[in-house]
C-alpha cells in the first residue's frame, strides 16, 4: 500500500486542497467518499461556522476527512485547533504560517499532520517540526502563493531529496498524467484544487465552472506581486482593477481588503466577477469537462497506471 494510502486510511493518494471560506461539506465528503481525503479550509470562519462544516461533513461521509488551517490567515487557529481534537478529526493540515507550535498537541490527540510548503528550507523545518506529510506546492497553484515562484516540476525532486517522510505534490496537477509525473518525480501522491472546483459535486457558481471550462493556457494572472502576497486567480474585471490599482501604488492594507474571503465568495459562489474574483491554478487550461469526482479520481488512477506502465503518451493523453 502507498505509505501516504496508509497514514490517511485513503485509497488514493489524493488529497483536496483547502478552499477558505468557500469551503463545504458536499465537496469535501464526495472527496472522501471518492477515495481521496476530502478538507474543509477554515480560511477565517469562525469556529462556529467550521464546527457547523464539520457536522454536516460527518452526516454525509463515514470516512476520514482534514481540516485546513492558514496559521497567519485565520483569526481562531487556536480555537479551530482545540475544535478539531473535540471531533476527533483525524487530520490537520497547517499552511501560511510556522507549524511547530501545534503539531506536538495534535500528535497528543492521534491526528496526523500535513504542513503545506514551497521551498527546500520550509520543508527541512516542517520535518524537524514533526509533520506526518509534506504538501510541496509550486506557483501553477491557485489562490494564495509562495512569493518564492518555484515550480512544481523543479521543486517536486529537490524537496523529495532532502526530505525522509511522503511528499504530495500541489500545483498544476489535474488529471493522471499529472499524477504519473508527480509519481515518478518522487511524490506519493496529489493534492487538488481547481480540478475540483470542475466537478459535478462542487457547489459553487456554474459561471466559475463554465470559465475554467473555456480557459486556456492564459487564463490566470498573478495578484499582489507589488505588495508581496501572491494570489493566482482568472482574469476578470475585478482582477484587472486590482491589478490597475497596483500599478499605482495600492498598499498592502488596501490589497488584503480587495482579496478578502467576502470577495472570494463573490466570485466563486455568486459568479460575480465584476466585484469578486475565483481562484484558478494553472490547470484550467486542461480542464475540458465536469465529471463527479468518483468518476475524475477512478480516471486518474486507471490513466496514471497506464502511462506509468507503458512510458507512453500522445498528445491528446491517451496511452500508447
Given amino acids: 500500500m502507498n505509505n501516504v494510502n496508509e497514514l490517511l486510511s ?4 489524493i488529497v483536496q486542497g483547502g478552499m477558505g471560506n468557500i469551503s463545504n461539506a458536499q465537496l469535501t465528503a464526495a472527496v472522501s467518499n471518492a477515495g481521496g481525503l476530502g478538507t474543509i479550509g477554515s480560511g477565517t470562519m469562525t469556529p462556529e461556522q467550521v464546527e457547523s462544516i464539520i457536522l454536516e461533513t460527518k452526516e454525509k461521509t463515514v470516512h476520514p476527512f482534514a481540516v485546513n488551517i492558514p ?27 510556522n507549524p511547530s507550535p501545534y503539531i506536538e498537541l495534535l500528535h497528543e490527540h492521534n491526528i496526523k499532520v500535513i504542513v503545506i510548503v514551497a521551498a527546500v528550507k520550509h520543508a527541512r523545518k516542517a520535518e524537524e517540526a514533526g509533520a506526518d506529510i509534506l504538501v510541496a506546492e509550486g506557483f501553477e497553484a491557485a489562490g494564495i502563493n509562495s512569493s518564492l515562484e518555484l515550480t512544481t516540476f523543479t521543486l517536486i525532486p529537490q524537496i523529495c531529496k532532502h526530505v525522509s517522510i511522503p511528499v504530495l505534490a500541489a500545483g498544476g496537477i489535474g488529471d493522471g498524467r499529472g499524477l504519473a509525473a508527480a509519481l515518478m518525480l518522487g511524490a506519493s501522491g496529489v493534492q487538488l484544487g481547481t480540478r475540483l ?4 459535486d462542487a457547489p459553487f457558481h456554474e459561471a466559475y465552472k463554465n470559465k475554467l471550462l473555456q480557459a486556456d493556457d492564459n487564463e490566470t494572472v498573478i495578484l499582489g506581486r507589488s505588495v508581496g502576497q501572491v494570489r493566482r486567480v482568472l482574469k476578470s474585471p475585478y482582477a484587472k ?32 466577477d465584476e466585484n469578486g474574483f475565483m481562484n484558478s491554478g494553472q490547470i484550467a487550461g486542461l480542464i475540458e469537462n465536469i465529471p463527479t469526482v468518483k468518476e475524475l479520481f477512478d480516471e486518474m488512477m486507471i490513466k496514471a497506471q497506464k502511462v506509468m506502465e507503458n512510458g507512453l503518451y500522445d498528445l491528446s493523453g491517451t496511452t500508447e
Fill in 71 to 97: 496559521i497567519n490567515v485565520s483569526p481562531y487557529t487556536k480555537e479551530i485547533i482545540q475544535l478539531v481534537i473535540k471531533h476527533k478529526i483525524p487530520v490537520v493540515s497547517l499552511s501560511a504560517g
Fill in 197 to 200: 472546483i470542475a466537478t459535478k
Fill in 10 to 13: 485513503i485509497k488514493y493518494p
Fill in 241 to 272: 482593477q486590482i491589478i490597475d490599482l497596483e500599478t499605482n501604488g495600492l498598499t498592502p492594507e488596501q490589497y488584503s481588503q480587495m482579496t478578502s474571503e467576502d470577495f472570494h465568495i463573490n466570485g466563486a459562489i455568486h459568479g460575480n
